[in-house]
């Protein structure tokens, strides 16, 4: 794996893109930045990685756009050490954009294929989050609480789950909706009885599985 000047020049380039499209937050720029994102790609399909554009990772899978990566990471208010949960690794790289924002990032997958297989790609990367394989919609109680969750599938509702394993002042963030688009939740655990809920846009995610999701 190589990280050449050329990479770089397509990364920067993205990074233009990422600002005109309104992500402001210059630590999330400077993440996306840092993260080799064609590590994620074939060789033969180099010209897609720095697209901004979700792209097929097997299993019926997608990497993120890097937009939706961006926008997740800046509305998530990372500060460092922040104790992160991911649901849905997938190619895991929104985990290292959140290990280069200074995270303690714990990611839980469904998919035993793929979670196997990034398991083993990040490391040698250099990005070393915790890695699970289960049901996140009902999060990871055994390594509750956390400071952030982030959910990148789309959730037919909030799990309650989720909202339960966060800190007080704790952040979960969801796409929530129907299988073709989500509007992104903010889910702001004030303290244990109040909750302060805000919407953004609309994303189009993958289904996110499980107890807490949707039936598969
Ligand atoms: N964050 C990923 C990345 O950076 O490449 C993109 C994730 S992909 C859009 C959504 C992932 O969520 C898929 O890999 C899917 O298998 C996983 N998923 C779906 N339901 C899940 C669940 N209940 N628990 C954990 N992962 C789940």
């Given at each position: 794996m190589q990280d050449t000047y050329k990479h770089q020049g397509m990364r920067r380039r993205l990074v233009q893109l990422l600002k005109q499209k309104g992500i402001e937050d210059q630590g999330v720029l400077s993440a996306i930045g840092k993260?080799?994102?064609?590590?994620?790609?074939d060789n033969a399909l180099l010209?897609?990685?720095?697209?901004d554009k979700a792209f097929p990772i097997g299993e019926g899978q997608t990497i993120s756009q890097p937009y939706t990566v961006a926008f997740q990471s800046e509305k998530l208010v990372i500060n460092p050490g922040d104790k992160v949960l991911e649901v849905g690794t997938g190619s895991g790289y929104q985990a290292c954009v959140l290990l280069e924002l200074g995270a303690s990032v714990f990611t839980i997958e469904y998919n035993k294929v793929l979670y196997e297989r990034t398991k083993k790609a990040l490391p040698v990367m250099g990005y070393k989050p915790r890695f699970f394989q289960g049901d996140g919609s009902m999060g990871l109680p055994r390594h509750a609480p956390f400071d952030k969750i982030i959910v990148t599938a789309g959730a037919p509702s909030v799990p309650g789950s989720l909202v339960k394993q966060l800190k007080q002042g704790g952040i979960l963030l969801i796409p929530v909706g129907d299988n073709t688009k989500q509007k992104m939740f903010r889910i702001t655990k004030v303290t244990d009885k109040k909750i302060k809920k805000e919407t953004f846009d609309y994303f189009s995610f993958v289904p996110l599985l499980g107890n807490e999701g949707w039936k598969s």
């Amino acid at each position: 794996m190589q990280d050449t000047y050329k990479h770089q020049g397509m990364r920067r380039r993205l990074v233009q893109l990422l600002k005109q499209k309104g992500i402001e937050d210059q630590g999330v720029l400077s993440a996306i930045g840092k993260v080799p994102r064609h590590y994620f790609f074939d060789n033969a399909l180099l010209a897609h990685a720095y697209q901004d554009k979700a792209f097929p990772i097997g299993e019926g899978q997608t990497i993120s756009q890097p937009y939706t990566v961006a926008f997740q990471s800046e509305k998530l208010v990372i500060n460092p050490g922040d104790k992160v949960l991911e649901v849905g690794t997938g190619s895991g790289y929104q985990a290292c954009v959140l290990l280069e924002l200074g995270a303690s990032v714990f990611t839980i997958e469904y998919n035993k294929v793929l979670y196997e297989r990034t398991k083993k790609a990040l490391p040698v990367m250099g990005y070393k989050p915790r890695f699970f394989q289960g049901d996140g919609s009902m999060g990871l109680p055994r390594h509750a609480p956390f400071d952030k969750i982030i959910v990148t599938a789309g959730a037919p509702s909030v799990p309650g789950s989720l909202v339960k394993q966060l800190k007080q002042g704790g952040i979960l963030l969801i796409p929530v909706g129907d299988n073709t688009k989500q509007k992104m939740f903010r889910i702001t655990k004030v303290t244990d009885k109040k909750i302060k809920k805000e919407t953004f846009d609309y994303f189009s995610f993958v289904p996110l599985l499980g107890n807490e999701g949707w039936k598969s």
